[in-house]
Every structure is written in C-alpha cells, then in structure tokens.
C-alpha cells in the first residue's frame, strides 16, 4: 500500500528518517460480521513542528481515507509508495508512476532521466504493475505532483503547502468496476492503448459472456466467433479475389515476358487483364486493414484484464492469463497456421510463398510464452478462418 512518510522539502529542516510516531489505535481488526471501519492515527512532533495523519480503514474495499495535518511545517511530498520494479519482458506490461493530469495518462519506468512537474488537475498519480496498483487520489486542493529519479527507481508523488489535506489511498486489484466508482477516472489505470474505445465493449462482452458460461475460456472462444461473424462478406470477397488473383497469374507473366522492355504498356496490359477478369488487386489486403483495429483491441483485453488472472480453462490450463505450461496451444496454434497458408490461394511466386513459411514458425515461438487466454483467442480465430476458406475453395468460381 502507499506508504506513511512524507517528505519535507525545506532544506535545512528534514524529517528524521527514523521519525517515531505515536500511534492512536493500534491493533486494528476489522471484518464483515464484527467492526466494519475503524482509524488509525500516527502523530510525530519534534517539539518546533508536527505531523498528524488520520487514516480510515474499511472491511469490504481497498480504499483508505488518509487526512494529514501539520503545524510549522514545511511543503512536503506525498509519495505513493514502492516501485514496481523494470519493466516485465514476460508479462509486456508497464511497471512504475503513472498520473493522470488534466485527463491525459502518463507513464514513466526506471529508464527516466530528468524529473518532471505536474501543475493544473491532478486526477490521481499511482504506481502500477500489470494487474495492481497503489495510488493517491486528491480531495482537496494540492500543488501539483512530481515525478522523479530516486537511486536505481522512478518515484512519484504529490506536493503540498497546505496545513491540512485530504486524500484517498486505493492499493489493490485494477479491476475496471472497482476503480470506476472512485469518479476520478481511475479507471484509465486499465490502459487498452489506442483502441481502447473498440476494446471496450469488447470487455464488457466477455465479462457478460463469462457470467453465462462461468468459464473464460468459453467466454473467449464465444468471443472470437462473434468478433469474426460481421467480417466474414469481406473476407469472403477477399478470399475470392486472391483466388482469382491466383488464376491469372500466367497470362501476368506472359505480360510481363512480352512488355518487359515498355514498363508502361505492361501497366496498362495489366490494368486491362484485371477488369477483364473483375479482380481488384488490393481486394485481399484491405479486410485485414478493416480487421487490425478489432484485433489489436481484443489483443489489449485478453493481455492486460485482471479477471484471466487465475482463471481456469480445461484439462491443463488452470490461469488463462500465463502460457501454457506446456505449449500445447501454441504448437498447435502454429499449426493451423501452416495448414491456412496452404489453403490459401496466393499471387506470390514459389520463392516468396517459401519465405511467407517462416511465418508460423515465427508467431508460434513468439506465443509460446504468451498468456493462455490469448493463444486460445489466435488459435480459434485460425480454424474458423480454416472453415471459411475451405467454404471458398469449394465454392465454384
């Protein structure tokens, strides 16, 4: 949780960094059935100045109301606590201060260089890893916030002049309806990156569908089925024209053989092959452009949403939100995406088809140490794009 000290900015009169404080209602028990609220106070004075904070504690949240006090005291710095650490390679996810001033969210790691001040509306300033979060949420009026370099770590915190300020400690889980509820925006805690207003809704479905099945894992396949349902026309079309594309491919060559000395008249050759034909060149490539956004987002959801953390699946997948133990899913996974590849009809010539190989080699070793959740995603959007293809094949021209 955020932590208790303060940090006095007066230069020739400092806190003791072993400052004892008296305390007022130690030992404090609370719980559903007996105390449900209760108050600690810390006190310290050195005899010239004092520090009071109350702090108020409930039994069924991870909120705490904090109230400092101070008399001849200097401005101090209201830090939120512990660095999270570097950031985490295996878990891809930002870990340090985060603020959210004047409705923008900024984040820093331990690789920063110079400090930075924050004046103007300071929602919240927080630490954060993928799945937790200590933050400070102002109640009263504060000075503004500062991040800074502190040894080996970033550290963050918010100044005030004040002799009297109220705040809100929230040190928990960063689940999107508990942080919601604050008003504050701490909500944007959760960052679903530059698609968040797809991967939104698409959140919110997943939990809808979770409180059906009771099971993410069937929530996630359900999910990637209706995701892909209002692509499948354009895919279709796409499917067909790379197919065609694929035929006409020897009378492209043919052309190219014949025109390779008049660049232009092989252009407008071409051009007229492809009306005679009705194939739109660029037909195959624009329903994956229209298909990337919705991607991404969903990438963001089933990768950053605390509810796959430790959520069972079937046989051996018990956490959704860690790979598979024993890459089962992305074998496989990159085997349907050999078996796609072959299926699908291509414009290329036999050397780059051979280089176009390597890709599912590629995307299987980069998702062997990806969460479950979104392997299982990946692996069930290429098998319905495996029976929609075969549908194509099979469909007379």
């Known amino acids: ?29 609370l719980s559903g059935e007996g105390r449900k609220e209760g108050q600690l106070v810390f006190s310290f004075s050195d005899g010239t100045m004092s520090i009071v904070k109350k702090l108020t504690f409930n039994n069924d949240n991870f909120d705490i109301a904090l109230t400092i006090e101070t008399i001849n005291a200097p401005s101090y710095r209201l830090p939120v606590g512990t660095n999270f650490g570097v950031f985490d390679r295996e878990q891809r996810e930002h870990k340090g201060p985060v603020i959210l001033h004047n409705n923008d969210r900024q984040e820093y790691d331990n690789g920063m260089s110079e400090s930075e001040f924050f004046n103007g509306n300071i929602n919240w300033i927080a630490q954060e890893d993928k799945y937790f979060t200590a933050a400070i949420m102002p109640v009263t009026a504060i000075d503004g916030a500062e991040v800074w ?45 530059w698609f968040a207003f797809i991967a939104m809704p698409l959140f919110w479905v997943l939990k809808f569908l979770y409180k059906y099945f009771g099971n993410y894992g069937w929530a996630i396949i359900v999910l990637t089925i209706a995701v892909r349902i209002p692509f499948i026309p354009i895919l279709n079309k796409s499917q067909q ?157």
């Open 149 to 193: 370099k502190e040894g080996a770590n970033a550290e963050i915190a918010i100044k005030i002049t004040q002799p009297k300020s109220d705040f809100i400690l929230y040190a928990g889980p960063k689940e999107y309806d508990r942080l919601e509820k604050f008003g504050v925006g701490l909500e944007h805690m959760i960052d679903f990156g």
């Open 241 to 397: 024209s790379m197919k065609k594309m694929q035929k006409i491919q020897p009378m492209m060559a043919e052309l190219k053989e014949k025109h390779k000395k008049d660049p232009n008249k092989m252009q407008k050759e071409t051009m007229a092959l492809y009306k005679k034909h009705k194939v739109n060149p660029i037909g195959g490539c624009l329903p994956m452009f229209l298909q990337i956004p919705v991607f991404i987002a969903l990438y963001n959801v089933l990768l950053k949403a605390i509810e796959l953390r430790g959520a069972p699946f079937a046989f051996w997948i018990t956490d959704l939100a860690v790979k598979d133990p024993f890459y089962v899913l992305p074998i496989v996974m990159g085997g349907t995406m050999v078996l796609q590849q072959k299926m699908t009809p291509t414009a290329m010539d036999p050397k780059q088809a051979k280089m176009m190989m390597l890709m599912p080699i590629v995307f299987t070793f980069m998702f062997l140490s990806f969460p479950a959740g979104l392997v299982l995603y990946w692996l069930v959007n290429n098998v319905l794009g495996i029976i929609q293809q075969y549908y194509v094949n099979k469909k007379p021209d």
């Open 1 to 29: 949780m955020p932590p208790l000290g303060i940090i006095l900015e007066s230069p020739d009169r400092n806190l003791p960094q072993r400052a004892i404080y008296t305390v007022d209602g130690g030992n404090l028990t």
